[in-house]
């Protein structure tokens, strides 16, 4: 792929992928407002927690960038962001590097969180690097087997809030398990968007992902389901009474979520791109929604 090269800086903030960062803030903050309604809230954890996942999540970028372009994934066909290994910004050997670098700083912090949360830490620590690697690396890419979707849910909904929560409040509640099912449902649209996005070149590049293994009219109906599912979680926290009436502020982002719902089911291909940048906006936003709601009830 020739194209031109960026300045130092610029390449790697693009090998980060900045648009996906919010699948890793939006459930340390939703984790945080959680400890803080129950009273737990603790600063360090909260900050360790999220320098912790945005650091892993920049490091399973990284290992996708490389991965994925000694897969052959990454061809001139890709219609999504440029991939800094395979527009030969950096070789191989760096992006790996760059790789090691981003998990080992994800480690330091996961240090002082185990000091603060124990061994169970170490656990989930480790499960998420290994996951992030496994994500296209490794003898069974999970999401070359239409296993991405799965892995998002667990380790970007209930993993993180759950863990988050643990380090500063103890053991998680059913109102955490809730509000992790949501932001997991959120987190997983990122995905279908981006397999829809790119169901040809996948499918040329053996890369079986839901959207190639069902057909993009089933990642279409699966973006719109996870949509509802998410804000059914918040409306059910509300309805066995685990959880406070305030949680049903985040029934403001319908009205973005129906937009944009209509935007997967009518795009096909480039013109899905805004379409992903939202759906992590959309994440966020419901987790900056739950937050305010769970901080106000905590207050009243």
């Known amino acids: 792929m020739n194209t031109p090269r960026p300045s130092f800086w610029r390449i790697w903030w693009l090998a980060s992928r900045p648009r996906t960062l919010p699948a890793a803030a939006a459930p340390v903050i939703a984790g945080s407002a959680l400890a803080y309604y129950a009273n737990s809230f603790q600063l360090g954890p909260a900050l360790a927690a999220l320098v912790g996942a945005l650091f892993i999540q920049i490091g399973t970028n990284f290992a996708n960038d490389v991965f994925d ?74 999401g070359y087997n239409g296993l991405g979707d799965v892995f998002v849910f667990i380790f970007f909904g209930l993993v993180a809030v759950g863990g988050t929560y643990y380090v500063q409040a103890g053991p998680p509640t059913p109102l955490v398990w809730w509000v992790a099912v949501g932001l997991g449902l959120l987190c997983v649209n990122i995905i279908v968007v981006n397999n829809l996005r790119d169901v040809e070149t996948d499918r040329k590049a053996g890369k079986r992902t839901l959207a190639v293994r069902l057909g993009p009219t089933a990642a279409r109906w699966q973006y719109a389901a996870c949509q509802v599912g998410a804000f059914v979680a918040a409306t059910g926290a509300w309805l066995t009474q685990v959880g406070p009436a305030w949680l049903l502020v985040t029934l403001a982002a319908v009205p973005l979520a129906v937009r944009w719902a209509r935007v997967v089911w009518r795009e096909n291909g480039r013109a899905l791109n805004p379409a992903l940048a939202a759906s992590g906006q959309i994440e966020l936003i419901y987790a900056l929604l739950a937050s305010a709601g769970l901080i106000v009830a905590r207050w009243l």
Not at 76 to 95: F, H, L
Not at 97 to 125: H, Q, R, S
């Open 69 to 142: 372009f000694k897969k052959g994934a990454d061809t001139a066909e890709r219609i999504g962001p440029t991939r800094a290994t395979s527009a030969g910004w950096v070789t191989p050997t760096q992006m790996l590097l760059a790789t090691v670098v981003a998990f080992g700083l994800a480690i330091v912090c996961g240090l002082y969180l185990t000091w603060v949360g124990g061994w169970p830490i170490v656990a989930i620590g480790l499960a998420s690097i290994a996951a992030g690697l496994a994500y296209t690396g490794g003898p069974f890419p999970l």
